[in-house]
């Protein structure tokens, strides 16, 4: 490959106008996600950032060195507005989800989530880490562009047409390239344990009484404590690889969505297995989704033309028709027969008899 090709391969790549579709599907599941973490968040709120926190922010300046982004070091350190630091926090985020003031709200949002995460560290998971550096990525990206708030409000003043705008997907890309960049670094990772490699890491990971979710049957079989184990290095392995394929990349995702459902079930690690199953949607072709989603309105319209036809007006009286002259033919048939029905009963008498 010449560099003038790979040149313009890259330049293809990230800067070859699309449909925003998949982003913008993006943007509300990462909302959902985003709200979801404020409730639970909610109960325990103060515990965890007020001013009187289990960890305080004296704490916090000797745990981040350097320069910190984040809002509570400029707050009012009063439960008061600790409180209203959460409600901000939270319109902005179902703004987001709506699509309202997309850019502005998906700014607030990153600046939110920073700020909680610098002021106490110690509470996180991966799951956190992943929706804050992906959440840096939504600043950039057409978020509302559609299914949007604002892609309404633009239509209704004339400014767009109804067609879907083409817009440049880097930062579809780069949230592309951090999903791929967490599965291969896992599964290099991974790789490099012993247990791992000897195919029992599954067994001790489902038996960590801390993040014991639901009850899972006890694996008492070899054979399946390495299927699963060395299952899990190869879907890894394919959705930090494989998944750049796009013959093979829907049945990638397909194993990506059981493995982690089946985390999610037997482990406790809040939003994680959530916050990565939401990244998957960006690596959905545009042309596929408008396709689900045309079929999925068509299901509705195919159930009420079939309920229609069942209950069209007029239909008791074809039956009855259709009862009738079936009557009719059968009397027809038994005139052409000479059957007399009490023939049988009383057989006529002879008069010779």
């Known amino acids: 490959m010449t560099l003038r090709r790979l040149i313009h391969a890259w330049n293809e790549f990230f800067f070859k106008p699309q449909s925003p579709l998949?982003?913008?599907?993006?943007?509300?599941?990462?909302?959902?996600?985003?709200?979801?973490?404020?409730?639970?968040?909610?109960?325990?709120?103060?515990?965890?950032?007020?001013?009187?926190?289990?960890?305080?922010?004296?704490?916090?300046?000797?745990?981040?060195?350097?320069?910190?982004?984040?809002?509570?070091?400029?707050?009012?350190?009063?439960?008061?507005?600790?409180?209203?630091?959460f409600w901000v926090f939270l319109v902005c985020t179902v703004c987001l989800i709506v699509g309202f003031m997309s850019r502005f709200n998906s700014v607030a949002v990153y600046l939110c989530l920073s700020s909680i995460q610098m002021r106490n560290g110690f509470i996180l998971n991966s799951g956190d880490t992943l929706m804050l550096v992906c959440g840096f990525f939504l600043i950039f990206a057409p978020a509302g562009a559609m299914l949007s708030v604002d892609h309404w409000l633009r239509a209704r003043s004339g400014k767009t047409d109804a067609t879907p705008p083409m817009c440049s997907p880097w930062a579809q890309r780069m949230l592309q390239i951090q999903t791929g960049v967490v599965y291969f670094a896992t599964f290099y990772w991974k790789s490099m344990g012993l247990l791992w490699i000897n195919g029992t890491a599954v067994y001790y990971a489902l038996n960590l009484q801390d993040f014991k979710h639901?009850?899972?049957?006890?694996?008492?079989?070899?054979?399946?404590i390495r299927s699963l184990t060395w299952g899990t290095l190869v879907i890894e392995f394919a959705l930090g690889v494989l998944i750049w394929f796009k013959d093979v990349r829907y049945p990638v995702l397909l194993a990506g969505v059981l493995l982690h459902l089946g985390i999610e079930y037997a482990m406790n690690i809040p939003l994680f297995e959530w916050m990565i199953m939401a990244t998957y949607i960006n690596f959905v072709d545009p042309e596929d989704l408008s396709k689900w989603w045309k079929w999925f309105q068509g299901i509705p319209t195919k159930l009420r033309g079939k309920i229609a036809n069942l209950m069209e007006p007029g239909q008791e009286s074809v039956t009855v028709a259709g009862v009738a002259r079936i009557g009719k033919e059968h009397v027809r048939e038994m005139d052409a027969t000479s059957f007399d029905p009490c023939q049988e009963r009383t057989p006529r008498l002879n008069p010779a008899d």
């Open 22 to 85: 998949p982003v913008c599907l993006f943007r509300i599941f990462y909302g959902l996600i985003v709200l979801a973490d404020l409730i639970l968040l909610k109960p325990e709120w103060l515990m965890w950032y007020g001013p009187h926190a289990v960890t305080s922010l004296a704490t916090t300046h000797k745990y981040y060195h350097g320069m910190v982004m984040s809002l509570f070091e400029v707050m009012p350190q009063t439960d008061r507005a600790m409180n209203v630091f």
């Open 214 to 224: 639901f009850p899972v049957p006890p694996l008492h079989s070899m054979f399946i």
